[in-house]
C-alpha cells in the first residue's frame, strides 16, 4: 500500500486539528508535529482546495476542519493529496486487462488474491473516519 509523504502529513495534521477542536495555523502545526513547514503548507493548501479544510487569514487564522471529522474519510484525505489511490499492487482492476498482456492474465495466480485485498482495503479506508482514528 503506498501512503505517501504527502497523506501521512495530511493525517497527522488533520487529527490534531480534530482534537484541538479549532483552527491551527501551519508554523503551530508543523511545530507541534515535527514536520517539514513548506511541505506541510502545500498539503494544507490541497486539502483546503478538496474542501477537507477551510483556511483563514488574519489574527486567530490557520486552518480548520471543512465539516466534522465524522464526515471526513482516510479515502477522501488520500485522494486530495495524492494522485495515485491507495494501491497493493500496480496490476489493472481487472483481470482481462493485465498491463502484461492476455497471455499472462490468464496464467496469474495471485491477481485474484491481490483483488480481493485491494477491495477490503479500499472498504476500510472508506468506512473510515478522522473522528475514527482521534477515537483511539
Known sequence: ?????????ALMALIAISKR???MDAVT????LKLSRSFLAKVLQSLAKAGILISRKGSGGGFDLARPSSEITIDELLRSVDENCATVFTCSAALCN????????????IWPFLNRLQTKIDAVLASTTIADLTAN
Open 1 to 9: 500500500m503506498l501512503f505517501t509523504k504527502a497523506s501521512e502529513y
Open 98 to 109: 493485465c498491463p502484461s498482456g492476455e497471455t499472462k492474465s490468464s496464467i496469474c495466480v
Open 29 to 32: 502545526l508543523s511545530n507541534e
Open 21 to 23: 477542536g479549532g483552527a
